[in-house]
């Protein structure tokens, strides 16, 4: 088992940052930020392996940079020059033994879920 809990979210007007953070019980080999806005599929937007490798989609590659702290269990997404259209629940998740695929359906793990509002 592995607990996740988000910290960090809020609302900031369109162009500004926010800084999410993901306490772990634990980290698995890939870890990763997702988010869902209403009316649509869960999206993964940061992942990062245990050797630190990290990917993106293409939407938010660039603005959005995951990191973590592996003394303080602590998984990271900066985002900045936010836009309105990231306005969604964000998610941490824990998954599988490889790292690469955006599937949420690969990550058994999951914290609550916090909501971050962008307004233009």
């Known amino acids: 088992q592995v607990q996740l809990v988000e910290s960090g979210g809020g609302s900031v007007q369109a162009g500004g940052s926010l800084r999410l953070s993901c306490t772990a019980s634990?980290?698995?080999?890939?870890m990763g930020w997702f988010r869902q806005a209403p009316g649509k599929e869960r999206e993964g937007v940061a992942l990062i392996d245990s050797a630190g490798i990290t990917d993106y989609p293409d939407s938010v590659k660039g603005r959005f940079t995951i990191s973590k702290d592996n003394d303080r269990s602590t998984l990271y997404l900066q985002m900045d020059s936010l836009r309105p259209e990231d306005t969604a629940v964000y998610y941490c998740a824990a998954g599988p033994w490889y790292c690469g695929r955006f599937l949420p359906g690969d990550f058994a793990y999951w914290g609550r879920g916090i909501q971050v509002t962008v307004s233009s």
């Open positions: 634990r980290f698995t080999f890939c």
